[in-house]
């Protein structure tokens, strides 16, 4: 018969060690960060990124599969105390579910080096939550990759992570701080650049035929947008029409509408041709 398995408690040198990944300094200097919940860790399973998952006696009942399954993978499963799960989590009701993976942002010449159709390039994007909601969209579109330019957040960030629910391992994510060097690199790769702008001079409605090549969406900033000098390195400037009251729209619902408008243009082309 199986043994029980010891439960490790919060004061314990790994989960202290783990718990400490929640502060960026620590992830950069270990190469390490947190992914917490269901839809994360079987993402993170699914792409090799796991090195220890730590459970609680919740979590091993109401995910049984998914820890068998990092069992069954040879991964480090560690149980837990309730107190050590609330600390390893970061949400008020935590799922006692964490993995420690390794990071998982790429150079931006490798995303480049893909030869991609559809990139998603958020410009000193600042709010984790609006971070990982557009990584999510990007993957539900199918783009090639995200592009975070500029001094931006962490795709890293806990709140990021939890917003991407699983797609920050299904999508290429690079960092590059320099954003001249970042729109230099994908027009020196043949990327239309396309820039969201309240005042851009081609409606999003009548802009198909600017998809059907390789583009790079362009994203503002949150409480600032793009600056004039970035907006005017775009090859074109798409407004969304507001047909309601509304002034405007945010970075996440903003970057939704445009990717899946260019991704209905780029499959009712069918796909690639390699």
Same mark, same amino acid.
């Given at each position: ?22 502060? &960026? ?9 947190? *992914?917490? !919940? $269901?839809?994360? /860790?079987?993402? %993170?399973? =699914? #792409? ?80 984790? &939550? ?9 993957? *539900?579109? !199918? $783009?090639?990759? /995200?592009?975070? %330019?500029? =001094? #931006? ?100 619902? %903003? ?20």
């Amino acid at each position: 018969m199986a043994s029980t398995p010891e439960i490790i408690d919060y004061r314990n040198p790994r989960v202290v060690s783990a718990v400490k990944l929640h502060r &960026g300094a620590q992830r950069r200097k270990t190469g390490l960060f947190l *992914a917490e !919940g $269901a839809n994360s /860790v079987a993402a %993170a399973l =699914d #792409t090799g990124r796991v090195q220890e998952l730590f459970y609680s006696a919740d979590a091993a009942t109401r995910e049984h599969e998914l820890v068998a399954s990092a069992v069954g993978m040879g991964v480090r499963t560690t149980l837990v105390s309730d107190r050590a799960a609330q600390q390893l989590g970061e949400t008020v009701t935590a799922p006692g579910l964490v993995a420690v993976c390794g990071l998982i942002d790429v150079p931006l010449a490798d995303v480049l080096a893909g030869q991609p159709r559809m990139l998603a390039v958020p410009v000193e994007i600042a709010e984790p &939550g609006n971070a990982g909601t557009l990584i999510r969209v990007a993957d *539900a579109v !199918g $783009a090639d990759g /995200v592009v975070l %330019a500029g =001094d #931006t957040v962490d795709p890293h960030n806990g709140k990021c992570v939890r917003a991407s629910a699983g797609s920050l391992f299904h999508v290429p994510i690079a960092r590059h701080r320099d954003i001249t060097e970042t729109l230099d690199s994908l027009a020196a790769a043949g990327i239309t650049i396309l820039a969201t702008a309240a005042d851009g001079e081609v409606d999003l409605d009548d802009a198909d035929e600017l998809f059907t090549g390789p583009v790079a969406w362009l994203f503002g900033n949150e409480a600032h947008g793009l600056a004039p000098a970035v907006a005017a390195r775009a090859d074109h400037r798409i407004r969304i029409p507001i047909h309601g009251r509304a002034e405007s729209l945010n970075l996440a619902a %903003a970057a939704a509408i445009c990717l899946y408008t260019g991704a209905r243009v780029r499959h009712a082309k069918g796909p690639r041709a390699d």
